[in-house]
């Protein structure tokens, strides 16, 4: 008896067996595609139209897909910063009863960019160290829930602006594992591989003249070792400090806050004279200020675009004399009087150009060039009409961002 078709889903959408699954993803028609950028892939991926939203459709072996989509549900259940995985689909035949590649889907990341995108719309040194820096950050969180990557690039990862910086989202797990804890030999296998692969990445960019032929990058590359070993130590290394220097315990966590990291639990120790305290950090939860953001406001923001909306926040809360007010309350007047009609004056047709967040984060920076030019205070209002006029209008549209080259014989990021 042939082998039917088979998908595996947590929560399955009727509207996938609509598909053309007896078809090669290679062969799939244009009115089911998705006009997505493309990227470098070592696999056939697809963005597809599915019920009102994008799903990514890569082929890939049986054993594979179904690792990859335990592994995605387990980093999901981890919130780490990962893709979702939807379904895994096997049992595939072409209408010649071919066997066909079983196939992954995974739902797209809204506002997110393949970095080659990214490169695309700014070609500055500068973009590829603020890819590197979001890169060591996401490479450190999977790192403390245990997951062993095997293939860290920029090509497996996608990006989404994060008010001045990225943050960065694993989108490739086929190679990866979850340990309970990993070895420091998988920690700088992982970190060694990120930097040969980066500069292959980067010196490919300088070849296509998306980067200058003057950057070096050999330097830019090794950055992630840097930034990943500080960024390590300053979470996990233990600390020794005099007796009367228990400030810096609090001053470590303010630090650690400041990273964007909460100290869920913290270890201890005093010599045996109370001398000296031990610190070592032993739990620690990324999203610092967006768990902030989202208790007082209900906003699913990135972590620096919540640090950037508590800062207006508190701004807000000092200016209008209401420091002696609840927050909780200050805040659901700043939702209501700031940040929704500051959104809000964006026309339609261009509310598919940037995240709200970053919107507004980007009408803050230019209300501020506003004021230093201008010698004042220019009002909100009218710093988002400027913002409107001038600037908006020039963005991509990055939540369906267009194919960058519909020649490009690369198949879609996956």
């Known amino acids: 008896m042939p082998q039917a078709l088979q998908i595996t889903a947590a929560n399955l959408d009727p509207a996938l067996l609509d598909l053309p699954w007896e078809l090669p993803l290679e062969q799939w028609p244009d009115d089911v595609l998705a006009a997505l950028p493309r990227g470098i892939s070592r696999h056939v991926v697809r963005f597809v139209n599915l019920s009102g939203r994008v799903i990514a459709v890569k082929e890939i072996g049986e054993t594979v897909a179904y690792h990859e989509y335990q592994l995605l549900r387990d980093l999901v259940r981890l919130n780490a910063p990962s893709v979702h995985p939807t379904a895994v689909v096997t049992g595939r035949k072409s209408v010649d009863g071919e066997d066909l590649t079983p196939a992954l889907v995974t739902e797209h990341l809204q506002f997110s960019l393949p970095y080659r995108a990214v490169f695309s719309q700014s070609m500055r040194p500068e973009t590829a160290t603020r890819l590197i820096d979001s890169l060591a950050v996401l490479l450190v969180r999977l790192h403390l829930l245990g997951f062993y990557w095997g293939d860290v690039s920029l090509s497996n990862t996608l990006f989404r602006r994060d008010a001045d910086a990225f943050s960065a989202y694993l989108v490739d797990a086929e190679t990866g594992d979850l340990h309970p804890q990993l070895t420091r030999g998988q920690r700088h296998y992982d ?31 090794t950055r992630i070792e840097e930034r990943y070993h500080a960024l390590w130590n300053e ?12 400030w810096r315990v609090s001053a470590k966590i303010k630090r650690l806050n400041e990273l964007g990291f909460d100290v869920g639990e913290l270890t201890m120790s005093a010599d045996l004279d109370g001398t000296r305290i031990v610190l070592q950090p032993k739990v620690v939860d990324a999203g610092h200020h967006h768990r902030q953001i989202m208790r007082l406001t209900g906003l699913d923001v990135e972590e620096r675009q919540a640090r950037r909306m508590l800062n207006d926040l508190a701004t807000y809360r000092a200016i209008t004399g209401r420091n002696n007010q609840p927050i909780e309350l200050v805040a659901h007047q700043w939702l209501a009087e700031v940040f929704e009609p500051t959104v809000r004056a964006v026309p339609p047709q261009m509310t598919a150009k940037l995240e709200p967040a970053q919107i ?12 230093q030019q201008q010698h004042r205070d220019v009002p909100l209002p009218e710093a988002t009409q400027s913002y409107i006029d001038n600037v908006l209008p020039s963005r991509r549209d990055e939540a369906l961002f267009l194919d960058l080259d519909p020649n490009d014989e690369h198949s879609l990021e996956d």
Do not use: K, P
């Open 235 to 246: 979470l996990t290394a233990e600390e020794t400090y005099d007796n009367g220097e228990r």
């Open 191 to 221: 970190v060694d591989l990120a930097r040969t692969n980066i500069i292959g990445e980067l010196m490919d960019l300088q070849a296509g003249g998306l980067l200058g032929e003057d950057v070096d990058v050999i330097t830019i590359g």
């Open 360 to 371: 507004f984060h980007e009408i803050l920076d230019h209300r501020w060039y506003l004021s």
